[in-house]
């Protein structure tokens, strides 16, 4: 015989419904805090509960983004933000180097593999061990 669960309270229901509710807006709100973290984004959030409460979120200030969106203006840059900026332009151009000075490196062994080939070409047919190792014979190896 299976049971007949009675149906929920109106009362019991918005309790569910501002519980669920208060759960994914601290998970939006720590979101968009590791988004600003990681990022440097600014960033602004209203949420508005079942029961017509207003939450916020907002990085630097919500009432600081807001405005700046309303009016257009620039973002105003902190003095910590520009050292994060610089400092993450400084790896940039590090890791540019890095990745020329990689590349050239690689050109370099390419035409010396590629000069090595010529040179050994014809001496191939002349002594065994010249040879590709994949055609050689047990005793040859």
């Given at each position: 015989?299976?049971?007949?669960?009675r149906p929920l309270?109106?009362?019991?229901s918005k309790f569910n419904l501002q519980v669920t509710f208060s759960n994914?807006?601290?998970?939006i709100f720590n979101k968009a805090s590791e988004l600003c973290t990681l990022c440097a984004a600014e960033v602004a959030i209203i949420t508005f509960s079942p029961g017509n409460q207003v939450y916020s979120f907002g990085h630097s200030s919500g009432n600081d983004v807001i405005n700046r969106i309303l009016t257009g203006a620039q973002p105003q840059t902190s003095s910590a933000r520009q050292v994060?900026?610089?400092h993450h332009n400084a790896i940039v151009r590090n890791l540019i180097a890095q990745l020329t000075q990689s590349s050239e490196l690689l050109d370099e062994e390419?035409?010396?593999?590629?000069?090595?080939?010529?040179?050994?070409?014809p001496t191939q047919g002349q002594f065994w061990w010249a040879g590709p190792i994949?055609?050689?014979s047990k005793p040859q190896l």
């Open positions: 015989m299976a049971k007949i669960g309270s109106a009362e019991r994914r807006r601290n998970g994060i900026e610089a390419k035409k010396l593999s590629k000069d090595m080939n010529m040179l050994l070409k994949d055609e050689m």
